[in-house]
C-alpha cells in the first residue's frame, strides 16, 4: 500500500476504480515527469451521485463532498499513470475545478476546496498546488464538478 492509499485508509476513504472515458481521449499523458489527467467529474465507481447545478439542486457543502470525489478519480487515474505505484508521485503542480452552477453562484473556489483540501491532506506539503476555479453552464453527465490535474512523478 502507498503513502497515499494509507493516508486515505487513515481518512476513512478508498480509490474508486479509474472512470472509462467516454469521449475520444485517454485518462492521462504523461511526458518527462509530469502527468497530465483528464478531467474527472464527480463519480464513484460508474455512478455520478451528484448530478445538476450549484446554487439550485445543490448548496455548497455538497459540491465540495462532490469535488472530493474528482480528487479520489484523479488519484485513480494517477495510480494507472505510476503503473500501480502512487509512491512515485512526488507532489501536485495544479488542479483546474468546474462547478457547474447557476449564474449567481460565486462560490467555486469554496466548492474547489473539497478536491484541494483532499489532495493536500494525502500529500502534504507537496500537495500545494496552483488551481482554477470557474462556474460553468454544463458539464459532462451533468455533473455537479469536475476536475483535472498536473502532477510531478518521479
Known sequence: MSRIEAKLAELGLELPRPPVPIANFVPFTATGNLVFLAGQVNEWNGTVPFVGKLGEVFDVEAGVK?????????????????????????????????????????????????????????????????????????????????????????
Open 66 to 154: 462532490a469535488a472530493r470525489l474528482c480528487a479520489l478519480n484523479l488519484l485513480a487515474c494517477l495510480k494507472l499513470a505510476c503503473d500501480g505505484d502512487l509512491d512515485r508521485v512526488t507532489r501536485c503542480i495544479r488542479l483546474g475545478g468546474f462547478v457547474n452552477c447557476a449564474p449567481e453562484f460565486g462560490f467555486a473556489p469554496a466548492v474547489v476546496n473539497g478536491a484541494s483540501d483532499l489532495i493536500v491532506a494525502v500529500l502534504g506539503d507537496a500537495g500545494r498546488h496552483a488551481r482554477t476555479a470557474v462556474g460553468v453552464a454544463s458539464l459532462p453527465r451533468n455533473a455537479a464538478v469536475e476536475v483535472d490535474g498536473i502532477f510531478e512523478v518521479g
